[in-house]
């Protein structure tokens, strides 16, 4: 955690829509991942443990070629194939002109979810008539509710919440894991230092969001809703845009993987979403 503001010194000097691309993300995710990281001539470069096997992430900074270079000579030095992982289309087209040989798959499970915010804050037009039925189902069943921003007060509301959580899609190893992140940034939030608002239904509170804003991006890092509230997730969405999102410096909505989760691709993709981020594993081979 000490290490955010380096991280978000890196990422907002050089702002990407992908949600590896941020600080929150990659702390959150680090013991799952393994995630580390070093910086070479003014550029970051992290390593990462992704489907069993060691990868790492396309540099940020201001010398990739230099990053690249000494990516390569790490792999070489170990004995160990040059493998980078959620690789974008840009930085794929970046590698195919530096390398010669290269392997690239793309995996739809972890591509990102990208929205214009105009069009997921005021849900007009037929194609969103869903999300926006279910937000006014919403507002008739519970009138008194309320959206509030998160602090001090409320944290351990939210961490008891977090606690008694239960997961209604699939369960694993990466769910559990999800729910203990959850309570470490919110245990740890003035260090996260990351945006967030609590969502009340007679004053109980039914569900939280905690995001991060990259750029023109919104990151949506933490959504938790209770389901038993008919159009909980859909309020929780849009009252946390209301909140910090509605002026015009955010264009974009980045909502994150679906990791293969049906119900969580049914949800994600009821909002029309503009760009599916494709992110490629990319394996360097010599010559």
Known sequence: MKDIPVLRAYYSAYP???CDRSAGATVMWRNYFD????????????????????????????????????????????????????????EL???????????????????????????MLNL???KYGTPRNHINKFKKLYQNWAFEPIDAHNLPELIEFTKNFTFNSQKDESAALELEMCIEVLENYDAYGMPGGALRVDGKIIGYSIGEIIGDTLFCHIEK???TYAGAYQMLTNQYLRMYASGDD???????EDCGDEGLRKSKLSYHPVELI??????????
């Open 225 to 227: 809703a209770d389901i």
């Open 124 to 126: 007009a037009g037929r």
């Open 16 to 18: 990407a829509r992908q």
């Open 35 to 90: 995630n580390r990281f070093a910086i070479v001539d003014g550029t970051i470069v992290f390593s990462s443990n992704f489907k069993g096997g060691l990868c790492f992430a396309y540099p940020v900074g201001r010398n990739i070629d230099s990053a690249l270079d000494e990516i390569e000579k790490h792999c070489e030095k170990n004995k160990i194939p040059m493998v980078l992982c959620s690789v974008n289309k840009k």
């Open 93 to 119: 087209e970046k590698l195919s002109q530096k390398y010669s040989n290269i392997e690239a798959d793309a995996d739809r499970d972890w591509f990102d979810y990208l929205y214009e915010k105009d069009a």
């Open 250 to 256: 955010v264009k974009y909505v980045n909502r994150e």
């Open 278 to 287: 494709e992110k490629n594993t990319v394996v360097i081979r010599k010559d």
